[in-house]
């Protein structure tokens, strides 16, 4: 008795000298971060030597996929780590290309589906030290380097896939189907990541990827080890299991089509590869970059931008030019990014969109205006207006109105006559107190009116209804003619307006489809108009050139007078179609 009591005293008296672990609240895990946003990806690993080739056939997908496009066997895959030796790797490189390109972190593929480990591992002899006739670690270099040259140090990790591993997930050509999933996880991603947190300094972020069935409890145990050893690392989105994870991961090449509260991120190709291939020279232009980056931050994300290194450890040449450029934006501009919240709009203006720090907007115009430039809704008091390239911040001027009748706030900035940037030229507004914008739809300033499916208020039969949008704006899967959209928006100047419906392009990247003859129809002002969907014109979308917006004219509407108005829309009757009307938006524009 006296034994427990006096063991009692003792505990709670050093217990907390023992347990005590440092705490850290979730705000300050995310910090550096949130700051970052702009990440390089790195797809690198054995796949790099077939480049997307195996015995004389092309493989037209993702490289880093082809050992199990191809269905190569275990034993022949392992042959192609006897014959990798990126004797042309130098970590010093990999880390200056993503700092002249303004990025704050580097993910590296530690362990992809294949199952091969570009890291020294006792966990498993599978990796580029004990198979490799190169022999060195590269994570290690790399993470050693991105520690002298400020750079956080992610490691992406496979943790449901591998394609080596008899108990792993998805090889389903070399071994049966039953397998002790729990086995591989116990026997190898535990070691290993135990290894990736123990032996390479602090970590960043583990990657998490394809989580498949992994259960609530598997992934579960995969985060507390990770929390267990190193309590700052950021869980990735993709565990799996359900379990909660440090932000939110969007699709491979899927941008947002609005602003989207919390943390997430968008991991997104250069060409169409992650691992490298020799014959994909797809890629992204630099002003396609700056403007998905830009767009990414204002609807509040992070972009994850990957390369794929040759297996002689080089990232390609062209990779390399294409982020120098996105860099040279970068270094004049980059206050609009690192540390920036999104816009506290919920639109996507046809001008561009905007990123805030408190007391200041930054307005990224990708359309530079011939006459004066108009921002619709702004409550807050303005202070001064610059352009961000200026190193003079000369004052630009301008001139806030107030439309009592309508309730609106106007304001006009009278920019030079030349945009100060071909791909985005950034307009800083200072502001009074924190960013307050109106809330009701406003008429733009070219008298356009805008309104999203994403802010229409949808019913069925008189009920609030559940119609969802996909990613990218457009309904998914609307072929119920009992919905409506609804939206309240202002008119303040009266006249006929020409009704443009735009539809979207839907499915994945480099097979877009779209399928119209729906007919729909419009109730507005007391008209109605009815309208086929048709392709009648399709427009690069500025904001990704994966796929397009579609436009059909819906005829017009006449508002006698200014006023608040509601407009609804329904479909009345689909075509046989497998991917329902993919609405995204009505624009209605003044007829001159
Ligand atoms: O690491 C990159 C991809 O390898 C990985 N995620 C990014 C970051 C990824 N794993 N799975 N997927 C992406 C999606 C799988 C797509 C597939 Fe296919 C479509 C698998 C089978 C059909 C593409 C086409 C790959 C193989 C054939």
Same mark, same amino acid.
């Given at each position: ?20 672990q ?8 995310? #910090?550096?971060w949130?700051?970052a ?8 690993g ?8 195996? !015995?004389?056939k092309? &493989? ?8 199990? *496009? ?18 042309? /790797? ?7 290309t ?11 593929t530690?362990?992809h589906?294949?199952? /091969? ?7 498993? !002899? ?8 190169y ?21 992406? &990790? ?24 729990q ?8 070691p ?8 390479y ?9 394809t ?12 985060k507390?080890?990770v929390?267990?050893? #190193? ?26 089509a ?7 991120e968008?991991?997104a190709?250069?060409? *169409? ?32 931008l ?7 450890g080089l ?14 934006w ?7 990014? &690192? ?5 506290p709009y ?24 011939t006459?004066?430039f &108009? ?22 001027? /301008? ?13 006009? %900035? ?26 009701a ?7 356009? %009116?805008l ?10 039969e008189?009920?609030?209804?559940e ?19 609804t939206?309240?928006?202002k008119v ?14 839907t ?7 779209? #399928? ?6 419009i109730s507005?002002?007391?008209?109605? #108009? ?15 050139q ?25 479909? !009345? ?7 329902g009307?993919? /609405?995204?938006?009505?624009?209605? *524009?003044?007829?001159?």
């Amino acid at each position: 008795m006296k034994k427990s009591i006096i063991f009692f005293a003792l505990l709670i008296s050093i217990g907390p000298v023992l347990f005590a672990q440092k705490t850290i609240t979730q705000d300050e895990r995310m #910090q550096w971060w949130r700051d970052a946003r702009f990440g390089m990806f790195i797809h690198w690993g054995l796949y790099a030597i077939p480049a997307g080739e195996w !015995k004389g056939k092309e &493989y037209p997908q993702i490289g880093e996929w082809i050992m199990k *496009n191809a269905k190569i066997p275990v034993v022949e895959y392992e042959e192609l780590a006897k014959q990798f030796n990126p004797v042309k /790797f130098d970590a010093r490189a990999f880390v200056a290309t993503a700092k002249n390109a303004g990025m704050k972190y580097i993910t590296i593929t530690s362990k992809h589906h294949d199952g /091969f480990a570009m890291f020294k591992s006792n966990a498993s !002899k599978y990796n580029i030290a004990d198979a490799t006739p190169y022999g060195k670690d590269v994570i290690k270099a790399l993470s050693e380097e991105c520690q002298k040259q400020n750079m956080k140090m992610c490691f992406y &990790y496979s943790q449901s896939r591998d394609w080596h591993e008899p108990n792993g997930l998805d090889n389903d050509w070399d071994f049966p189907k039953e397998r002790n999933f729990q086995k591989y996880l116990d026997e190898k991603v535990k070691p290993q990541l135990t290894e990736l947190l123990t032996n390479y300094g602090p970590v960043g972020m583990i990657w998490f990827d394809t989580p498949l069935d992994i259960s609530k409890e598997q992934a579960q145990s995969l985060k507390d080890l990770v929390r267990k050893l #190193q309590p700052e690392c950021i869980i990735s989105g993709r565990l799996g299991g359900g379990v909660e994870t440090d932000y939110m991961s969007t699709g491979d090449n899927v941008i947002p089509a609005t602003v989207i509260p919390g943390d997430w991120e968008v991991p997104a190709t250069l060409n *169409n590869t992650w691992g490298f291939k020799k014959n994909d020279h797809n890629w992204k232009s630099p002003e396609v970059l700056t403007r998905l980056l830009f767009d990414i931050s204002a609807k509040g994300g992070n972009y994850l931008l990957n390369v794929g290194p040759t297996s002689e450890g080089l990232i390609p040449q062209e990779s390399v030019d294409i982020l120098a450029k996105v860099g040279d934006w970068m270094k004049i501009n980059n206050e609009c990014i &690192y540390g920036t919240k999104a816009s506290p709009y919920n639109i996507e203006f046809k001008w561009g969109n905007i990123t805030r720090k408190p007391g200041k907007l930054y307005l990224g115009i990708l359309n530079w205006p011939t006459t004066g430039f &108009y921002l619709e809704g702004l409550k807050n008091k303005v202070k001064k207006v610059y352009l961000l390239a200026d190193k003079g911040q000369k004052a630009l001027p /301008f001139k806030e109105t107030f439309d009592k009748i309508n309730d609106h706030h106007r304001l006009k %900035i009278e920019l030079p006559k030349q945009a100060p940037d071909k791909v985005i030229s950034v307009v800083v507004v200072e502001i009074e107190g924190p960013a307050s914008v109106e809330t009701a739809i406003c008429q733009q300033a070219d008298k356009s %009116i805008l309104l999203p499916g994403l802010s229409a208020v949808a019913q069925k039969e008189g009920q609030p209804a559940e119609l969802k949008f996909t990613a990218r704006g457009g309904g998914a899967d609307w072929r119920d003619a009992t919905i409506s959209l609804t939206w309240n928006f202002k008119v303040e100047k009266a006249g006929t307006y020409q009704i443009d419906l735009v539809t979207t392009e839907t499915g994945s990247h480099g097979t877009p489809v779209w #399928q119209g003859g729906q007919k729909v129809k419009i109730s507005c002002a007391g008209q109605e #108009q009815e309208t086929t969907i048709t392709d009648e014109r399709r427009e690069y979308n500025q904001r990704s050139q994966y796929w397009k917006l579609i436009h059909t004219s819906g005829g017009k509407i006449k508002f006698d007078k200014p006023g608040t108005y509601d407009l609804s829309l329904i479909q !009345k009757s689909f075509t046989e179609n497998k991917i329902g009307f993919t /609405f995204k938006e009505i624009s209605l *524009n003044p007829v001159k």
